[in-house]
């Protein structure tokens, strides 16, 4: 047998066994829990199920073994052997035993986002609101001082558009205090 014989003997080992990996990879990611829900419809999880399903209910779960088949094959049974394997099906059917976490059916990470989250937008909306007082508060006292400004009775300028300086007459000191009075009374409260 030449080299080339034995190179493509041994290339399609590999891809047998890459295939079979493939394939054992396939079936662990396969749901590892299968109930019936309260209206009735087949659920397929690789999680728990809620707290609110009845152990009846529950078809597989992980470890290879289906829930509600036990409890015929223990009807099944008969003579010495019935009460003891009984004992151990109803136990099986109760679900998990002392030691073990009770399961609530609250993501816990999930929970944890979601006050982050929470917070996370009480914060923002808490700095938006400590920016606009703040603002509030700075036109305020830009309009209060030139209001004080405007009852003195110095002469006060403006610059046009174009770049001219224009001394306010007394209209135009009039529209002034006007324009003040109501930035006054929407940011000082």
């Not at 009460?83 to 679900?95: F, K, L, N, Y």
């Not at 909306?125 to 700075?138: L, P, Y």
Request: hydrophobic content about 45%; aromatic content about 4%; glycine content about 6%.
């Amino acid at each position: 047998m030449g080299w080339l014989a034995r190179y493509t003997a041994a290339m399609k080992r590999i891809r047998l066994f890459l295939a079979l990996g493939l394939c054992l990879l396939c079936a662990a990611a396969q749901a590892q829990w299968q109930w019936v829900d309260k209206d009735g419809r087949k659920v397929f999880s690789d999680r728990a199920p809620p707290p609110d399903i009845p152990a009846k209910n529950i078809l597989k779960q992980p470890g290879g073994g289906a829930r509600a088949a036990t409890a015929p094959a223990v009807a099944a049974l008969s003579g010495a052997e019935a009460p003891t394997r009984a004992a151990s099906a109803a136990i099986a059917e109760e679900g998990p035993t002392l030691g073990a976490p009770k399961l609530t059916g609250v993501d816990k990470e999930l929970a944890d986002r979601k006050q982050q989250a929470e917070a996370a937008t009480l914060a923002k909306a808490k700095a938006d609101e400590d920016r606009i007082r703040k603002a509030k508060v700075d036109n305020c006292d830009r309009a209060k001082a030139n209001k004080a400004l405007m009852d003195s009775g110095v002469r006060v300028s403006h610059t046009k558009a174009n770049g001219e300086r224009e001394i306010l007459d007394d209209a135009g000191r009039a529209a002034e205090l006007k324009r003040i009075q109501l930035v006054m009374e929407t940011n000082c409260r």
